[in-house]
């Protein structure tokens, strides 16, 4: 069965702290690996990832991803305090039956102390 | 402004009562899909449309049902509804399917409350 599984659940850090947050997956006919941040509210879009080994940066946020070892990791450097979110981790799908579905992990919650 | 909208917002209703959850995008995506937020379950994918009259299950197809027989349009269907079916639930599009190049848009999302 394909899924999609982040780590920790969990996160609190203080202001200023770097924090790497951890995406795994097992899916069959791997398309892409997405993240997204949701506040309160719906999720937004931060990266896509297709290749491995390539990173993609976002002012203090990056993202790289690992295709053999079937990971993703999302970096935040020196934290602040609207950093804090659920972070979600999402995997598409290729193939005629699968293209369009999207498995997303159980997300991070990353709170940032001041 | 791009968007993509949701009604309502918050329903509370009771078992069995057919409802309906309407979702507008107004950036003529071709690709349009809902989704079920569940603590410590994420984001499960119900349904999925690639384009006018052409949908798709998702991960948890069942108690729901689509229909897309305008672009802009895709409501989500609850028939009978039951007290599992309490959710937040998510209406996205993007221009082509989700996990291409494109970017996924959310709405507001509904909270249900079903009694």
């Known amino acids: 069965e394909d899924k999609v599984v982040q780590s920790p659940l969990s996160l609190v850090v203080h202001e200023g702290d770097t924090v790497t947050l951890n995406c795994s997956y097992e899916v069959t006919n791997f398309r892409s690996l997405l993240w997204y941040k949701q506040e309160k509210k719906a999720p937004t879009f931060l990266f896509m990832l297709?290749?491995?080994?390539i990173e993609k940066k976002s002012g203090r946020l990056s993202s790289i991803l690992d295709k053999k070892e079937l990971f993703s990791i999302l970096n935040i450097t020196a934290t602040q305090t609207g950093d804090s979110a659920v972070y979600l981790c999402?995997?598409?799908?290729?193939?005629?039956?699968?293209?369009?579905?999207?498995?997303f992990g159980q997300g991070t919650t990353l709170q940032v102390k001041p | 402004e791009a968007q993509v909208t949701q009604n309502p917002r918050y329903l509370i209703t009771v078992t069995g009562k057919k409802l309906t959850v309407t979702c507008s995008q107004n950036?003529?995506?071709?690709?349009m899909s809902w989704y079920r937020q569940d603590p410590g379950l994420g984001l499960r994918q119900i349904y999925y449309?690639?384009?006018?009259?052409?949908?798709d299950k998702g991960d948890v197809p069942e108690g729901y049902k689509v229909s897309r027989k305008e672009k802009r349009n895709f409501p989500l269907i609850l028939e009978s509804p039951s007290p599992n079916q309490t959710s937040l639930y998510f209406c996205a599009s993007s221009l082509r399917a989700a996990g291409g190049t494109d970017t996924q848009y959310f709405g507001p999302g509904t909270r249900l409350t079903v009694l």
């Open positions: 999402a995997v598409g799908r290729s193939g005629s039956s699968n293209t369009g579905k999207l498995i």
């Open positions: 449309s690639m384009n006018v009259e052409v949908t």
């Open positions: 297709t290749s491995s080994g």
């Open positions: 950036m003529n995506h071709e690709y």
